[in-house]
């Protein structure tokens, strides 16, 4: 078992730098992951984990041992000093482990949709924090598949991640562009509906007991005028108070939970 105490360490600083730059995790196709939740969530859900940093002090070996047996995993271990450890996680609550996994593709195509899915949709969302939040509601909401369009982060954003509480890896995600997305939602018979406030219905009027698709768009300007191209049916949040709406997040979340009520009942 391998051990590495010192921060000048090659693969040390290559960790340093995949943790941290969005480029280099894409290029690669693999991403760093912190904390044991997080972890355990990859590797529950077929993450390819190749390496599991363990800082003793914090995370027992058998731990470790025993992922090995229950997921039938392939990762190598290896231990790393207080001083490592520090340098590469970001929280004091990460319990000891990192690792290093496999990206995976998030093609459209790979999603696997029922006769009747409900499909959250998020256009060009900007904060790993809101992604995060709306990982977490399609999680939640028993939401069937997460779709980013035209998206400025990187899904494998530690701060997604960590937002997400690991349902990053839980969850059924696509990333893809307004045309793909297009045929896909024809072929499919899928309904969209777009939060917006142009020419839009209150959202409880709408029946998503149907083939659903909900979409939300960027938190400072919304979905933008090529989406909205798409075939849709507007709908909006009312608001009682003196701001105009909610956060991305929030939005996404009061929709997703009225078509759960609507489809529960």
Request: overall charge neutral; glycine content about 4%.
């Amino acid at each position: 078992m391998q051990e590495i105490i010192s921060i000048k360490n090659a693969k040390v600083k290559y960790w340093f730098q995949l943790y941290h730059k969005s480029g280099l995790r894409k290029k690669q196709n693999e991403f760093v992951i912190e904390g044991i939740k997080e972890v355990e969530m990859a590797l529950k859900n077929d993450y390819d984990i190749h390496t599991l940093l363990i800082y003793t002090d914090l995370f027992e070996i058998e731990k470790a041992e025993n992922w090995l047996k229950k997921y039938s995993a392939n990762f190598e271990i290896i231990l790393i000093s207080k001083e490592v450890f520090e340098k590469l996680a970001y929280r004091k609550t990460t319990g000891g482990v990192m690792a290093i996994s496999k990206s995976k593709k998030h093609l459209l195509s790979e999603l696997n949709i029922n006769d009747n899915p409900l499909i959250l949709i998020a256009e060009q969302i900007e904060k790993p924090g809101n992604l995060g939040a709306m990982l977490r509601t399609t999680d939640g909401a028993g939401v069937d598949a997460f779709i980013m369009v035209n998206s400025k982060i990187d899904l494998y954003n530690p701060n997604v991640i960590r937002s997400s509480l690991g349902t990053v890896f839980s969850n059924q995600i696509a990333v893809t562009g307004i045309d793909e997305l297009e045929v896909f939602l024809q072929e499919n018979n899928i309904n969209l509906y777009q939060a917006t406030l142009q020419n839009s219905n209150p959202y409880y009027v709408e029946n998503f007991k149907l083939p659903t698709a909900i979409s939300v768009g960027a938190e400072d300007k919304g979905l933008t005028d090529n989406f909205r191209k798409l075939p849709h049916k507007a709908i909006y949040i009312p608001m009682k108070g003196q701001a105009d709406s909610l956060n991305v997040s929030v939005s996404a979340a009061v929709l997703c939970y009225e078509a759960l009520k609507q489809r529960s009942l």
